[in-house]
């Protein structure tokens, strides 16, 4: 149900539609999260969401949501906002990323 709920809501959400059989073929969950960081402009300030949906595709361990904010933080900057990015980072070295 968690991965139904991420392929058909939160994903279009954020501008990303995936069929559940383009799903089963991807090997990594990650894969799709960065789809969704870059896949329209501003997507990475959902940074909440963006983790939540990360969780619904299965990624939840601590080290899976920080490679989550490490991903969303390289956009950020990328996109020239980095005030974002130092956040993230801040955050990141907290948890001694």
């Known amino acids: 149900a968690d991965i139904i709920d991420a392929l058909t809501v939160k994903l279009p959400n954020l ?3 995936v069929l559940p059989m383009q799903f089963r073929q991807i090997k990594d969950p990650m894969e799709i999260v ?3 960081i870059t896949n329209q402009t501003g997507a990475y300030f959902h940074v ?3 983790i939540e949906v990360a ?3 299965g990624l939840r361990s601590a080290d899976d949501v920080s490679a989550v ?3 969303i933080a390289r956009e ?3 996109s020239g906002d ?4 130092f956040d993230l980072c801040l955050v990141l070295a907290r948890k001694g990323h």
């Open 15 to 17: 501008g990303v539609n």
């Open 34 to 36: 960065k789809m969704a």
């Open 48 to 50: 909440d969401e963006l």
């Open 55 to 57: 969780r619904l595709l």
């Open 69 to 71: 904010e490490e991903a």
């Open 76 to 78: 950020a900057a990328v």
């Open 82 to 85: 980095l005030q974002l990015a």
